[in-house]
């Protein structure tokens, strides 16, 4: 199984990036993904949570910022984020729920 992971970036906050990873060697559509983050020096917390279609944005900060979607033929799930802040800062991972499969990690930096 990979995760491979992509979009990250420096980006002005305001700003706006998306992040996509795409899965290999599980069936996608059955799966239910994740996406976290880790700022420096802090703990890995959840982002949001896709599961097999429906969503869930869990951090309180993220809702109406950031959606996870999935395009199920692509094998990818994707972090749209809008309204980038400073405190937005962190790597951020894609995740196959229960299992221990992530991705690499994308670095996002909010900066002016």
């Known amino acids: 199984v990979q995760l491979q992971a992509f979009g990250g970036g420096l980006v002005q906050p305001g700003g706006s990036l998306r992040l996509s990873c795409e899965v290999s060697?599980?069936?996608?559509?059955?799966?239910?993904m994740g996406w976290y983050r880790q700022p420096a020096g802090k703990q890995r917390e959840l982002v949001a949570r896709?599961?097999?279609?429906?969503?869930?944005n869990h951090v309180e900060y993220a809702k109406g910022r950031f959606t996870i979607s999935r395009d199920n033929a692509k094998k990818t799930v994707y972090l749209q984020m809008n309204s980038l802040k400073l405190e937005d800062t962190a790597v951020y991972y894609c995740?196959?729920?229960?299992?221990?499969?992530w991705g690499q990690g994308s670095q996002v930096t909010v900066s002016s």
């Open positions: 896709d599961s097999r279609g429906g969503r869930e």
């Open positions: 060697g599980r069936i996608f559509s059955i799966i239910d």
């Open positions: 995740h196959i729920q229960n299992t221990d499969y």
